[in-house]
């Protein structure tokens, strides 16, 4: 079973300009997450989706991130324009439901400049 | 407000040796507690899931217990290896936050030879 893949793996782009990141959950998973380290600071939520519902987005930052996931399958986070507190490390997961394990992909490593 | 604290956060021990990490959460309504292992440059990987009815759930070389009562979870690590050496992550789930994990800041774990 593959697992769940982020892509890129690292990204470098200057404040102002805009980043898209993507994840591939596990197939069959309904439930992706969308979470974030920064600044050496514990990992936080950020949003949830249920298939292509967005269950919760309490943790999304600002308006200048947008998180989609169209047809309930992979899911995109953009933020625009990207500033410099944006830099951190982007991990999505995906869980069958509430009671089995989430399973987290190796993360996006976004530095802004 | 929910918190998840951990100490140390970080600890140096000789292979072999054995080492318990701790974790006290303040998450109310508590659903369950689990405990991840981080490598570097890595995406979380789950080690145990427990409910608030367990005690003490093992993995391996690894043991986790949990006080729902004082709202205090150890994780302990038998004969450690050198690829024990990595990040180790308490995550509590909230009842009433139906997906959201709620992150401790993690406890840096080198293992020398």
């Known amino acids: 079973e593959a697992g769940v893949t982020q892509f890129p793996s690292h990204s470098v782009i200057e404040k102002g300009q805009t980043v898209t990141l993507r994840c591939d959950p596990i197939?069959?998973?309904?439930?992706l997450y969308w979470y974030r380290r920064v600044m050496g600071k514990e990992i936080k939520f950020l949003l949830h989706?249920?298939?292509?519902?967005?269950?919760?987005e309490s943790g999304m930052p600002n308006n200048r991130f947008l998180a989609e996931r169209t047809g309930g399958t992979y899911s995109t986070l953009k933020v625009q324009p990207a500033e410099l507190e944006d830099s951190g490390v982007y991990f999505c997961a995906s869980s069958q439901d509430r009671w089995t394990g989430v399973h987290f992909g190796n993360g996006t490593r976004l530095t802004v400049t | 407000k929910n918190q998840v604290e951990q100490s140390p956060q970080s600890l140096i021990i000789l292979e072999g040796k054995n080492c318990t990490l701790q974790c006290n959460y303040t998450v109310s309504p508590f659903s369950n507690l689990r405990w991840y292992k981080q490598d570097t440059g890595r995406g979380p990987v789950s080690l145990t899931i427990?409910?608030?009815?367990?005690n003490t759930k093992s993995n391996g070389r690894y043991t986790a217990t949990l006080d729902a009562d004082t709202k205090q979870s150890s994780l302990h690590i038998t004969a450690s290896q050198l690829s024990d050496s990595a990040s180790y992550i308490c995550v509590v789930i909230s009842m009433d936050s139906s997906y959201k994990l709620i992150f401790g800041s993690g406890t840096r774990l080198l293992v020398r030879p």
């Open positions: 989706f249920v298939k292509e519902s967005k269950q919760d």
């Open positions: 197939s069959g998973h309904d439930n």
């Open positions: 427990m409910t608030f009815s367990e």
